[in-house]
């Protein structure tokens, strides 16, 4: 359970590795932390780029370097964790990491303090496999999320249920959402529209060439070839489209390849990692999202926060779906053309206006804003339980 009513000084998140959702969930939060006067420290393996560390540091926190025990052994790991758990009190331990790989943040956490201790569930794939010891070991990574955890928390049911157990009931998870950066992309019409025109010519695209945005990591989850069996049709009926592969990942090379193997190269283009994404939404038609699972894909938040429309598989939560009548979730089983026929009924809906957006944005709490209240509101015991559905209990957002 979340514990007592009070002020809460100091956090601390445990991370195995900077990047992804994870190390964006815990820098959105942490820029809105100053004004709870909440201090977040972090643990990790990785170097962590500036822009992360500056805002861990401006919460009054810092960044502690973790020793990997498969290499250096379990002591040397010990020992650069207490530098965090000796050198503070903490009201909290948040954990991004489940199952067997939590237990030894826990033994040492708890041998510092009684605080809560939380594992925060982030991805719904961890009950992929259908062998029986795929199944006995997601069991007994549930069964052991739900002993160390005060709650079954995550950003998402789909997650809670993955990482908890699909016996969590609505009205007991607690859902702390992946958040965005309203200010980037709650844009007017007039503004998107003068982006789209300004984005177009720059990279040289017609002004009425669908095109047709897969964002994310490289990486096989994402299910990349369902777009490109997209891109086929596209290229076999002679449209004037475009797949735009936008991320990077380590799927790279063997994409490409399979692009130039399929003679798909004027009908494809990649685009690598585009940062800030908010600044180059505007170029596309829709976004498409054929992904085997997912957490909580702030993508597909993102882009309807713009007006943008999104096709998504129905393995994808529709809590990301904000209710603007641009989401649609399709099976993977489903041929490639009527993801396509799907695309072009989604490019053609006019875009809702920016007070409709904004209105949706904050009443499901993916504003950074919202989501890092929920978050204090949580930690501090006003509040125990929130989902999408409406189940909350205590505190207003």
């Known amino acids: 359970m979340p514990k007592d009513s ?7 998140h445990l991370m195995s590795g900077y990047g992804g959702g994870i190390s964006s969930f815990i820098k959105n939060k942490a820029k809105e932390m100053p004004q709870y006067g909440i201090a977040f420290d972090v643990t990790t393996y990785d170097e962590c780029p500036a822009d992360f560390r500056e805002a861990i540091e401006a919460t009054g926190g ?28 903490y009201d909290a331990f948040y954990c991004h990491i489940n199952g067997y790989r939590a237990l030894p943040y826990y033994y040492l956490c708890r041998r510092q303090s009684q605080a809560p201790f939380y594992i925060h569930a982030h991805n719904s794939n961890d009950n992929q496999g259908s062998s029986l010891r795929s199944r006995a070991q997601v069991a007994l990574s549930q069964r052991l999320n739900r002993r160390l955890s005060d709650c079954p928390l995550g950003c998402g049911k789909r997650a809670i249920w993955a990482i908890f157990g699909s016996n969590v009931a ?22 998107i529209e003068d982006q789209k025109k300004q984005l177009r010519q720059t990279y040289a695209y017609g002004e009425k060439t669908l095109l047709i945005g897969h964002i994310g990591r490289l990486t096989a989850v994402k299910n990349h070839e369902q777009s490109l069996a ?20 380590e799927r790279d090379q063997e994409l490409k390849e399979a692009v130039r193997a399929q003679d798909l190269e ?28 997912e957490g909580l894909p702030t993508v597909v938040v993102e882009a309807q926060a713009l007006g943008i429309p999104v096709l998504m598989s129905n393995r994808v939560t529709d809590e990301v779906d904000l209710g603007l009548g641009l989401v649609e979730s399709l099976s993977l089983q489903a041929g490639p053309e009527e993801w396509l026929q799907a695309l072009c009924r989604l490019a053609a809906k006019d875009r809702p206006e920016l007070g409709q957006r904004e209105q949706a944005v904050h009443a499901k709490a993916f504003s950074n804003e919202a989501s890092a209240r929920l978050f204090v509101e949580f930690l501090e015991g006003d509040r125990q339980h929130f989902n999408f559905e409406g189940g909350q209990s205590h505190g207003h957002l």
Not at 62 to 84: D, H, I, T, V
């Open 6 to 12: 009070g002020k809460v000084h100091r956090v601390l």
């Open 62 to 89: 810092k960044l502690y370097p973790l020793k990997n025990p498969k290499k250096e052994g379990f002591k040397a790991f010990e020992a650069s964790l207490r530098q965090a758990l000796d050198h503070h009190t």
């Open 170 to 191: 609505l009205d007991e998870m607690m859902i702390i959402p992946n958040s965005i950066h309203t200010d980037r992309y709650l844009r007017s019409n007039d503004w």
């Open 230 to 249: 997209i891109a086929r049709v596209i290229k076999d009926q002679g449209l004037d489209a475009k797949l735009l592969i936008i991320g990077a990942g």
């Open 266 to 293: 004027d009908v494809v283009d990649f685009t690598g990692r585009i940062n800030p994404i908010s600044a180059f939404y505007p170029l596309l038609d829709a976004v498409v999202l054929p992904s085997y699972s």
